[in-house]
């Protein structure tokens, strides 16, 4: 499989040197700036024409395109591990602070990257899953004494977890990161155990906490992918989905085995209603669900109507989120 997305920031800061509006120094030319706001900067000088010609094929995705086609389809270890590097006599090396084969999964990859996912690449899926299981280590192979993992190295592991519907790799590093002294009493985050300030984890921890309650797509949405089963209870509120919906609030009973869903969308759409554990019952407000539920399966369809709150009430059954490894046939 070959990645099939660019990214906003590639297509915008590469070739398009012939917009109106370019002074000499613009801060899209300065290359000291982030890529959001260098692509923020670029997009505000844009014409309605310009930004038209990136969704056609007088634009640059198409060459974009034909450079994505160009790159060499993931591999696997002779066990089904995705490899890091593709090319086939390189030796795998697990014990290090990065996990750069799994970006696939993470939105551009398993996470960031929303390329490998159970659903629509399975086999993908497994190999990622058994290359990120491998890399839940704690001491570096170039560790000095006391050296372990970096924040962002147990952010990044726990983000692919959560994308791979594995609650086991989220709980353990999530735990280390909040136990271990990566967040001090003041709530301040380090990058090393009791270190000195590194902001890895002050936007991690709060990104792994909604990425186990809640994954999106356009037209997906799925309910606690990856919930470590100690946090029985709670809720979350205020978090968008990215299949242009708000969550305005998701609370969770385990004991109980219930969900609360409440949804607002912005547009009039059908989205996939996802709950791994299997949906028992549910109930929506009339004309919501699109067809009868098939009573244990993980999914149902649902209309959800432009801008106004719709709330689901979800029974749960007692299949796990990870069950999904054991049912992908190995290539």
Same mark, same amino acid.
């Given at each position: 499989?070959?990645?099939?997305?660019?990214?906003?920031?590639?297509?915008?800061?590469?070739?398009?040197?012939?917009?109106?509006?370019?002074?000499?120094?613009?801060?899209?030319?300065?290359?000291?700036?982030?890529?959001?706001?260098?692509?923020?900067?670029?997009?505000?000088?844009?014409?309605?024409?310009?930004? #038209?010609?990136?969704?056609?094929?007088?634009?640059?995705?198409?060459?974009?395109?034909?450079?994505?086609?160009?790159?060499?389809?993931?591999?696997?270890?002779?066990?089904?591990?995705?490899?890091?590097?593709?090319?086939?006599?390189?030796?795998?090396?697990?014990?290090?602070?990065?996990?750069?084969?799994?970006?696939?999964?993470?939105?551009?990859?398993?996470?960031?990257?929303?390329?490998?996912?159970?659903?629509?690449?399975?086999?993908?899926?497994?190999?990622?899953?058994?290359?990120?299981?491998?890399?839940?280590?704690?001491?570096?192979?170039?560790?000095?004494?006391?050296?372990?993992?970096?924040?962002?190295?147990?952010?990044?592991?726990?983000?692919?977890?959560?994308?791979?519907?594995?609650?086991?790799?989220?709980?353990?590093?999530?735990?280390?990161?909040?136990?271990?002294?990566?967040?001090?009493?003041?709530?301040?985050?380090?990058?090393?155990?009791?270190?000195?300030?590194?902001?890895?984890?002050?936007?991690?921890?709060?990104?792994?906490?909604?990425?186990?309650?809640?994954?999106?797509?356009?037209?997906?949405?799925? #309910?606690?992918?990856?919930?470590?089963?100690?946090?029985?209870?709670?809720?979350?509120?205020?978090?968008?989905?990215?299949?242009?919906?708000?969550?305005?609030?998701?609370?969770?009973?385990?004991?109980?085995?219930?969900?609360?869903?409440?949804?607002?969308?912005?547009?009039?759409?059908?989205?996939?209603?996802?709950?791994?554990?299997?949906?028992?019952?549910?109930?929506?407000?009339?004309?919501?669900?699109?067809?009868?539920?098939?009573?244990?399966?993980?999914?149902?369809?649902?209309?959800?109507?432009?801008?106004?709150? #719709?709330?689901?009430?979800?029974?749960?059954?007692?299949?796990?989120?990870?069950?999904?490894?054991?049912?992908?046939?190995?290539?």
């Amino acid at each position: 499989m070959r990645p099939n997305r660019p990214t906003i920031a590639s297509l915008l800061l590469i070739g398009l040197a012939s917009f109106a509006q370019q002074p000499g120094n613009a801060p899209y030319q300065d290359l000291t700036l982030t890529p959001e706001r260098r692509a923020a900067d670029l997009v505000s000088r844009m014409t309605l024409e310009e930004k #038209v010609l990136q969704k056609q094929n007088s634009g640059p995705v198409p060459k974009r395109k034909a450079m994505l086609a160009k790159m060499p389809p993931y591999l696997l270890e002779p066990d089904g591990t995705l490899k890091e590097w593709a090319w086939p006599t390189l030796q795998e090396h697990y014990t290090h602070r990065h996990v750069s084969p799994l970006y696939g999964p993470w939105p551009d990859g398993a996470w960031p990257a929303d390329e490998i996912d159970p659903d629509r690449t399975p086999q993908l899926a497994r190999a990622a899953e058994i290359a990120g299981r491998r890399r839940t280590v704690d001491a570096l192979a170039t560790a000095v004494a006391g050296e372990t993992l970096p924040a962002y190295g147990r952010c990044h592991r726990a983000l692919v977890g959560a994308r791979l519907k594995d609650n086991v790799i989220v709980d353990v590093q999530r735990r280390q990161l909040m136990e271990q002294g990566y967040v001090s009493t003041a709530l301040r985050c380090s990058r090393e155990p009791y270190g000195p300030p590194v902001p890895d984890a002050l936007g991690g921890i709060p990104t792994i906490i909604m990425e186990m309650l809640a994954y999106s797509r356009p037209g997906v949405m799925e #309910v606690l992918p990856a919930l470590p089963s100690k946090l029985v209870k709670g809720s979350i509120h205020g978090m968008l989905a990215r299949t242009f919906a708000r969550i305005d609030r998701l609370a969770r009973d385990m004991d109980a085995r219930t969900v609360d869903l409440t949804v607002t969308s912005v547009r009039k759409q059908d989205v996939t209603l996802i709950a791994r554990y299997g949906i028992e019952a549910i109930t929506a407000p009339a004309g919501v669900l699109a067809a009868a539920l098939r009573v244990g399966k993980a999914d149902i369809d649902v209309h959800l109507p432009e801008n106004r709150p #719709v709330t689901f009430h979800l029974k749960l059954g007692h299949h796990q989120p990870l069950d999904w490894v054991n049912q992908v046939s190995v290539a």
